[in-house]
């Protein structure tokens, strides 16, 4: 696979590629963003897109979308989308990894339901730093 952040100006030619990758994950969210919203904060600059393109058919075979978090102490990669091959396995996500690392990040976290969870634990190493509660008011 080769990873590989999109450049603002080609979002929208790719963008039916990826669309059906990220909308599954957004399924399972608790509501914050729905696929337009992603798309609207990709085109504006607020987040970034990056696929995962398959060497052999030189098709998408991924994508993820990050929003940066500056804190005090680190800047944050944090996924707020992501479907398809993009961290299937420690190759692709050390790609991923490398191009966030261009982006200033110096961590990354993501919200996951469980199963999520473990994949992202088993797959590329991620560790559980805390779970996400909510209460609706």
């Known amino acids: 696979m080769i990873v590989e952040l999109v450049p603002l100006n080609t979002v929208h030619i790719v963008w039916r590629h990826v669309e059906d990758y990220l909308k599954a994950t957004l399924e399972k969210s608790a509501g914050e963003f729905n696929i337009d ?13 990056y696929i995962a393109l398959d ?17 005090p102490n680190y800047r944050l990669a944090y996924v707020t989308a992501m479907g398809g091959k993009m961290i299937t396995n420690e190759d ?7 191009l966030l690392k261009q982006a200033g990040a110096t961590r990354c976290h993501a919200s996951a339901s469980d199963s999520a969870t473990r994949l992202y634990e ?4 991620f560790k559980k730093i805390y779970n996400t509660v909510e209460r609706i008011l």
Do not use: E, R
């Open 92 to 98: 692709n996500w050390k790609k991923l990894a490398l």
């Open 55 to 71: 060497k052999d058919t030189n098709k998408i075979a991924g994508a993820a979308t990050v929003n940066f978090i500056n804190y």
């Open 37 to 49: 919203h992603v798309k609207a904060h990709v085109v504006a600059g607020l987040q970034s897109l």
């Open 122 to 125: 088993s797959k590329v190493g």
